[in-house]
């Protein structure tokens, strides 16, 4: 089988879903917006600049499914599709999904964002498989820990290796598409690497290893990146 694997954020998304998540638990009065919005903030720039400590930031992020009933959970995360995630879904990245759909590739997303958030996103582009981080759930309620190894950096390659070992997939070939650098190892790991609006450090990556970039949020179609172009802003 030939696989189509996406990175979510700023990648299929024209923002990030776990930063949003975070503002839509503010404004819902979940967490402290002192203290918690510039812990937001700093862990956001950690993951851009390349330095995410990523059991800390789960630590952090799943905090508050810990505390909430799990019903309020599911009704927040509902208006938080509607009000944050809809309105960021690129049409291009639609377009992109579909050309590989039609081509019969397999498709999936791979993102560090939990599962939980994601979810009702991947369902957005109609993509069956998704690859998470996973919050532990017990007994009814989120315990604010993950299980497993969460699906950052190399560990996106562990749980593809992982889900093709489950399915018994003989891989042909794997496109993979993203825009950040913490997204290296994946890149370098399959077939067809393809930078999506990169950030600096994927850019000049990928201009020195030939990878093709392209720009989802220039209208309906993916289109060629100018490689003297900056990253589009979230």
């Keep these: 089988m030939q696989l189509a694997i996406f990175?979510?954020?700023?990648?299929?998304l024209?923002?990030?879903?776990?930063?949003?998540?975070?503002?839509h638990l503010m404004d819902k009065g979940a967490v402290a917006r002192e203290g918690f919005e510039a812990e937001n903030q700093r862990y956001m720039?950690?993951?851009?600049?390349?330095?995410?400590?990523?059991?800390?930031?789960?630590?952090?992020a799943l905090r508050p499914l810990a505390a909430t009933p799990h019903d309020t959970l599911l009704a927040w995360r509902?208006?938080?599709?509607?009000?944050?995630?809809?309105?960021?879904?690129?049409?291009?990245?639609r377009r992109l999904v579909e050309s590989h759909r039609q081509a019969g590739h397999g498709l999936m997303i791979i993102t560090a964002t939990n599962r939980f958030v994601t979810e009702p996103i991947a369902a957005l582009f109609n993509i069956p498989v998704l690859l998470a981080t996973e919050p532990e759930f017990a007994d009814g309620a989120f315990t604010g820990r993950h299980q497993g190894t969460p699906t950052f950096r190399e560990g996106k390659i562990t749980a593809l290796q992982d889900w093709l070992d489950r399915e018994s997939a003989m891989l042909e070939a794997a496109h993979f598409y993203s825009?950040?650098?913490?997204?290296?190892p994946l890149l370098e790991h399959v077939d067809h690497p393809v930078?999506?609006?990169?950030?600096?450090v994927l850019a000049a990556e990928a201009e020195a290893r030939g990878w093709p970039m392209?720009?989802?949020?220039?209208?309906?179609?993916?289109?060629?990146?100018?490689?003297?172009?900056?990253?589009?802003?979230?």
Excluded: C
């Design 195 to 200: 930078a999506v609006d990169p950030d600096p």
């Design 179 to 184: 825009d950040s650098r913490n997204d290296l």
């Design 78 to 93: 509902a208006e938080f599709i509607d009000t944050h995630i809809r309105p960021r879904v690129l049409p291009a990245a």
């Design 45 to 60: 720039d950690a993951y851009e600049r390349g330095e995410l400590d990523i059991d800390a930031f789960m630590r952090f």
């Design 14 to 23: 024209g923002g990030d879903s776990d930063y949003l998540w975070g503002q």
């Design 214 to 234: 392209l720009t989802l949020r220039q209208g309906d179609t993916p289109l060629p990146l100018n490689r003297t172009s900056k990253r589009h802003p979230s």
């Design 7 to 12: 990175d979510l954020d700023n990648t299929l």
